[in-house]
């Protein structure tokens, strides 16, 4: 058995597979019967290319008592010959006292005694383990076929969301959680774009972002897809937090155009190219006006022939889409955010998915899916009955220019600390802002109240009676 690090066994593995040595480092590998990864509050699932050498499980080990640890245990083999199935039949052989209905164990217990042997098996002496089986991730494309994937799986409505904080400024871990659940068990989201502007990237943390994607993977795991946000000033760290996001689960990641130094459209190009080259994962491209600087069609044309460069999401001028979609044609997925603009883009150029915006959990209740029933309307093409249900969206759509779009455009403030009330009146944690973000202010909280009374998606609070 090894014991060591996560990210110690992350980065040797990343590197031999750019050396084309990834062969090698397993076969290193295989003298183990089992390897032990366990990272202070972190959680892993390593997928390495079945036709490069081996698939790894992964197990999370939560101590008793409260003290946060999780480990991950691997079950190595190095010939990659075969089914998938027989290759983790293979890989199980390994582990023979293991009960594998589902090939892959979540064991439970403090994290410095030792691990059992399975459910239903009896732990070794004086170890108090239970484990449970779980299903085991991989990534479902390779590299090569990231653009064929997102063709695929970019389909309906996808949510912005932002990273809720608790009263004393942390990230508020329940509360996504909740948030979470709202999105895909009562709105039934297809996909979460997560840690990106509307979830206040730049005030986080490396770790704050890490622990959200872990977070939304975990909530989403078999109910939407996510997409995370992983752009650093730095290129070595958004390397290092799209390796993480690739690790944990997610199925895409998303870039914002890099925002520091100022650069010309070389550097731009060479600053994606060098992401794109040290992962696996899709890439979008993101290019918002929070830049300061757009992408010109033909500067986004050539970041779209990149192996991985997958779609991108395109909040510009509809001149400007359009000028994309006759450069990029259907090589990348293209999205224009806006939701007024939606229905028109599906049935006039195409588009097949919201990516992304709050509107999805901004507009809709468990009682009231407008967007959900004119989207699925439109994407089955019977747009007449979908430009009736958009057609009742209007009132409610001032709402959201009032408070969403006008402190943007009208006084260059981001409105995250208005989107986060907006959610908090549906039910969904929100919080403070970080600076430089200033809080919304009581006399604003009451006018949001107001409006959202006013077009139907609030009660009226009751009003005390009048006095005789």
């Not at 010959?81 to 199980?92: F, K, L, P, V």
């Not at 090939?103 to 239903?120: F, K, Q, T």
């Not at 608790?166 to 329940?174: H, I, K, N, R």
């Amino acid at each position: 058995m090894l014991f060591t690090r996560t990210t110690d066994l992350v980065q040797r593995l990343q590197i031999a597979r750019r050396e084309l040595a990834l062969e090698a480092a397993i076969a290193k590998l295989d003298k183990y019967h089992l390897l032990i990864l366990a990272p202070r509050r972190l959680r892993f699932c390593l997928t390495i290319n079945a036709r490069q050498g081996s698939n790894f499980f992964h197990v999370r080990a939560t101590p008793k008592k409260r003290r946060l640890r999780q480990a991950v245990a691997l079950a190595p083999w190095a010939k990659p010959a075969g089914s998938t199935d027989e290759r983790i039949e293979r890989g199980n052989r390994w582990l023979p006292a293991w009960r594998r209905r589902s090939r892959l164990l979540i064991v439970e217990g403090p994290n410095d005694a030792g691990l059992s042997w399975g459910r239903r098996h009896e732990p070794p002496a004086g170890l108090g383990y239970r484990a449970t089986t779980l299903r085991r991730k991989i990534m479902r494309y390779r590299k090569s076929e990231a653009k064929e994937a997102a063709r695929a799986q970019f389909r309906g409505l996808w949510a912005a969301i932002p990273t809720p904080f608790t009263a004393g400024g942390q990230v508020d871990e329940a509360g996504l959680r909740r948030n979470m659940r709202r999105l895909t068990d009562e709105l039934a989201i297809e996909g979460v774009f997560c840690t990106g502007v509307m979830g206040e990237f730049w005030s986080l943390t490396k770790e704050e972002r890490k622990r959200c994607v872990e977070i939304v993977v975990e909530e989403a795991r078999g109910k939407c897809l996510v997409i995370a946000h992983t752009c650093h000033h730095s290129a070595d760290e958004t390397v290092d937090l799209s390796h993480h996001a690739e690790a944990v689960g997610a199925d895409f990641i998303i870039l914002m155009n890099p925002y520091y130094p100022p650069a010309n459209e070389a550097m731009v190009y060479e600053w994606f190219s060098f992401v794109a080259s040290r992962v696996d994962i899709g890439i979008w491209m993101f290019d918002p006006p929070f830049a300061g600087y757009g992408l010109s069609p033909e500067l986004t044309a050539r970041i779209a022939g990149i192996e991985n460069v997958c779609g991108i999401k395109l909040p510009r001028p509809r001149e400007h889409y359009l000028a994309v979609k006759k450069l990029v044609g259907d090589t990348i997925v293209v999205s224009d955010p806006s939701e007024p603009d939606w229905l028109t883009l599906m049935r006039d150029h195409g588009q097949k998915v919201h990516q992304s915006s709050p509107s999805p959990y901004l507009f809709q209740t468990a009682s009231s899916q407008p967007l959900r029933e004119y989207t699925e309307l439109g994407l089955a093409g019977r747009f007449a009955e979908a430009q009736a249900i958009s057609d009742r969206l209007p009132p409610l759509r001032a709402v959201y220019d009032r408070w969403m779009n006008a402190p943007w455009t009208q006084r260059k403030t981001m409105p995250i600390a208005y989107l986060k009330a907006w959610c908090e009146m549906l039910g969904m944690a929100g919080g403070p802002v970080r600076p430089p973000l200033l809080q919304m202010t009581a006399a604003e909280r009451a006018d949001l109240r107001t409006d959202l009374e006013r077009v139907g998606l609030l009660t009226p609070a009751p009003r005390a009676a009048a006095a005789e």
